[in-house]
């Protein structure tokens, strides 16, 4: 597997304890097979030399217009919707703590339309607190809104009311 992650489309780039992350994606006109779908480079670097580092993806799945979260007070990455492959169950946990993906821990039931969708976008709008917004879902033109909130165990899916004011 090369180090460098490649050209790559609808995947995820986020920070993390003075790294940045890049997971995901579609990788084309490229064999994508020589091509990891998670990578990390410590910083300080430069563009012209980036010390790309592949990670384990044991129990991952690639999968691309996905929205990544961190949960810094966690040590948790959710990597939420997804286009790729339509088996996937749109929703992953990564733990940088254990370097786990998906462990039993973190497998808590999510409702089914955010396994359906592509393209949501999230934010962390108060510790341990996620707005996950949007996206194009498979089946219907239903726009929705969700709040994930990990302060509670297990953790609690919301749907909001996008009438509400």
């Excluded at 007070?73 to 370097?99: A, D, E, R």
């Excluded at 510790?127 to 969700?146: A, C, K």
Aim: proline share 6%; aromatic share 14%.
């Amino acid at each position: 597997i090369s180090n460098s992650p490649g050209v790559r489309e609808c995947h995820c780039l986020f920070t993390y304890d003075s790294a940045v992350y890049l997971f995901g994606g579609d990788i084309k006109w490229e064999n994508s097979t020589v091509n990891s779908f998670f990578h990390k480079a410590k910083m300080p670097f430069t563009t012209s030399s980036i010390p790309w580092e592949v990670l384990d993806t044991t129990n991952a799945i690639n999968t691309c217009d996905i929205t990544c979260i961190v949960e810094p007070s966690l040590s948790l990455l959710l990597v939420i919707g997804g286009s790729k492959p339509l088996s996937y169950n749109g929703f992953q946990v990564y733990n940088f703590t254990s370097n786990i993906w998906n462990d039993a821990l973190n497998l808590i039931d999510y409702p089914t339309k955010i396994g359906r969708i592509f393209q949501p976008r999230s934010v962390l709008i108060e510790p341990r607190v996620i707005l996950i917004w949007g996206g194009l879902p498979y089946d219907s033109r239903f726009r929705f809104i969700y709040k994930l909130n990990m302060t509670v165990n297990p953790w609690k899916w919301e749907q909001i009311d996008q009438n509400a004011s």
